[in-house]
């Protein structure tokens, strides 16, 4: 008896649920039906819908670096419903913002863009040289504003982490029982790590690594440099040979430290960068090295909104496989 040719499913306007949005869901064996469908819409939502790839667009530059830092270069972007709009025009999967942003617009913009509530932040008045952020949201206000999913940032490398670690499993256990999703912003930073160290590859990959031990969905990460901080990691880098001479290398390792790629990693996009093709360049080894995508925020909205639209579309393309 002839078997019947399988079936693959690709994603559609209509149909959404790719067998790679399936793929990815199964990854997250433990999770309830809840939890489970906020992933899926992150995954299914704008013009990446389906492709397994993201893009995010994450305002909470303007608590941890200031006003004027973030938005005088771009007037426009002092109003919070502008970074809706942006997010909605371009096609982002989500927008990411503290509980201020986030309020601020979302009845006028109710179920048309997912949203990801920061639990907390950190600003630079006291920028302490082991940074705890404080609590700024809770999870009762992710459910109130329909956000599908919390987000908190961890410290690794900070005198306080373990303070950090104890409170995201407190949220993600809050979070994962209303079948909300949790995404980690895992940023090494404090006075064990140098500032070349905070993007070393063998801590990048190390902080990935944490947030997904803690029970992150998501993990955001910045870009990691070919630096390795740590003597006994350079060590197991140079014995095991781990391939990390360009950005696609490191970025695949960064993956393959989150449970060998069953967790989705998404990188950071870093300080505006006036030259766009720079950023593309980032999003085609993010891409080449089986990276998840990018939450890419000044880089963004420091942008007119026309030129930030065609900026993001351009990156999501390059993602989707539309731009070389």
Same mark, same amino acid.
């Given at each position: ?21 399936? *793929? ?5 064996? @433990? ?16 013009? /990446?819908?389906?492709? +397994?790839?993201? !893009?995010? /667009? ?5 608590? *941890? ?7 005088? @270069? ?28 986030? *309020? ?20 630079? /008045? ?50 994962? @029982?209303?079948?909300?999703?949790? !995404? ?11 500032? %070349?160290? %905070? ?32 003597? %006994? ?21 960064? !993956?393959?430290? @989150? ?33 998840? +995508? ?26 989707? +496989?539309?731009? *070389?």
């Amino acid at each position: 008896m002839a078997t019947a040719t399988p079936v693959v499913k690709s994603p559609t306007a209509s149909n959404p649920y790719s067998d790679r949005v399936r *793929e990815i869901l199964s990854w997250y064996e @433990s999770d309830n039906p809840g939890t489970k469908a906020n992933i899926a819409r992150l995954l299914t939502h704008g013009r /990446l819908a389906g492709t +397994g790839k993201l !893009v995010i /667009l994450p305002v909470d530059q303007g608590f *941890e670096h200031g006003p004027a830092r973030s938005f005088a @270069s771009n007037p426009p972007a002092y109003d919070p419903n502008y970074h809706y709009k942006l997010a909605i025009d371009a096609g982002c999967n989500a927008y990411a913002a503290p509980l201020g942003f986030i *309020e601020a617009a979302s009845a006028r913009h109710a179920g048309e863009i997912p949203l990801i509530l920061k639990l907390n932040d950190h600003d630079v /008045l006291h920028d302490e040289k082991d940074p705890f952020s404080a609590q700024t949201a809770s999870v009762r206000d992710a459910l109130r504003l329909g956000c599908v999913a919390i987000g908190y940032t961890i410290y690794p490398g900070s005198a306080r982490v373990q303070e950090m670690y104890a409170e995201l499993r407190k949220f993600a256990d809050e979070a994962r @029982s209303y079948g909300l999703a949790v !995404v980690v912003w895992s940023y090494p930073r404090g006075s064990s790590i140098s500032k %070349e160290g %905070e993007t070393a590859i063998d801590v990048v990959a190390y902080a990935a690594h944490i947030a997904a031990q803690l029970g992150a969905h998501v993990i955001k990460v910045k870009l990691p440099t070919e630096h390795i901080e740590q003597a %006994e990691a350079a060590k197991a880098y140079a014995k095991a040979k781990v391939p990390i001479a360009t950005l696609a290398e490191r970025v695949r390792h960064v !993956v393959q430290s @989150s449970f060998d790629g069953r967790r989705i990693v998404i990188f950071s996009g870093g300080a505006k960068k006036d030259d766009d093709q720079a950023v593309f360049d980032e999003a085609r080894a993010i891409r080449d090295g089986g990276g998840f +995508g990018s939450i890419i925020g000044r880089n963004s909205f420091q942008r007119p909104h026309e030129h930030a639209v065609k900026f993001l579309q351009t990156i999501m393309g390059i993602y989707g +496989g539309e731009v *070389e």
